[in-house]
């Protein structure tokens, strides 16, 4: 009897985590589909009401994108190679960034509303390996978003590149530049100087 009810409990628990499994697996399908279907259909409204070329398209096309590559992440993994994220030799003195403004763009995110948006990138109190270890994985995040939204941008660039909107290709690329340009510039130029200080503390941190 005991033996009996020994074969059988285990069954019952993969029963139960496979249902489990099921049943996040179907939230995180239909999570995707609602935000790609809200996605797709806020821009056809933004291009309805404000058409393709005018400044508030361009903005909005690019916010939403980017709201939906946020949603994204919270359903699927998104992640590039590791090559990706490693410090250019061009990189490595900072100068390349500052050179482009960069640290008064950062003085616009960290002080201005905007910081809002990135609460989870700000430097931790205690200053251990593991705390900053966690910074740099929430950068590497935050880049990926950043760079995956500029990509997909691009497309609507090419799009009104193909029509001959120099005016619309104009406006997309400056806010491509201000939304994600920029956020992308400011993930590597800060975990150059993050590295430099676990670097001086005797730790060795590899993104």
């Given at each position: 009897?005991?033996?009996?009810?020994?074969?059988?409990?285990?069954?019952?628990?993969?029963?139960e985590?496979?249902?489990?499994?099921?049943?996040e697996?179907?939230?995180k399908?239909?999570?995707?589909?609602?935000?790609?279907?809200?996605?797709?259909?806020?821009?056809?409204w933004?291009?309805?009401?404000?058409?393709?070329?005018?400044?508030?398209?361009?903005?909005?096309?690019?916010?939403?994108?980017?709201?939906?590559?946020?949603?994204?992440?919270?359903?699927?993994?998104?992640?590039?190679?590791?090559?990706?994220?490693?410090?250019?030799?061009?990189?490595?003195?900072?100068?390349?960034?500052?050179?482009?403004?960069?640290?008064?763009?950062?003085?616009?995110?960290?002080?201005?509303?905007?910081?809002?948006?990135?609460?989870?990138?700000?430097?931790?109190?205690?200053?251990?390996?593991?705390?900053?270890?966690?910074?740099?994985?929430?950068?590497?995040?935050?880049e990926?978003?950043?760079?995956?939204?500029?990509?997909?941008?691009?497309?609507?660039?090419?799009?009104?590149?193909?029509?001959?909107?120099?005016?619309?290709?104009?406006w997309?690329l400056?806010f491509?530049?201000?939304?994600?340009?920029?956020?992308?510039?400011?993930?590597r130029?800060?975990?150059?100087?993050?590295?430099?200080?676990?670097?001086?503390?005797?730790?060795?941190?590899?993104p």
């Open positions: 009897m005991i033996q009996c009810n020994q074969s059988i409990r285990p069954i019952g628990w993969m029963i985590d496979s249902g489990a499994g099921n049943m697996t179907l939230k399908l239909l999570l995707f589909t609602v935000a790609t279907v809200a996605a797709i259909a806020l821009i056809l933004t291009w309805s009401s404000f058409g393709f070329r005018g400044p508030v398209s361009a903005f909005l096309v690019n916010w939403l994108t980017m709201s939906w590559i946020v949603v994204i992440g919270q359903v699927v993994h998104l992640s590039f190679a590791p090559g990706y994220y490693r410090t250019r030799p061009f990189e490595r003195t900072g100068q390349v960034y500052e050179r482009l403004g960069i640290r008064l763009f950062k003085k616009l995110v960290r002080r201005g509303p905007l910081a809002i948006f990135s609460p989870t990138l700000r430097f931790p109190k205690e200053k251990t390996v593991s705390k900053l270890q966690g910074l740099l994985g929430e950068m590497q995040k935050a990926t978003g950043h760079a995956l939204v500029f990509v997909l941008v691009l497309l609507f660039v090419g799009y009104g590149l193909l029509k001959g909107w120099l005016d619309a290709v104009a997309m400056l491509n530049i201000l939304i994600n340009g920029y956020p992308i510039m400011l993930q130029y800060n975990r150059i100087k993050l590295q430099e200080l676990i670097y001086q503390d005797g730790c060795s941190v590899t």
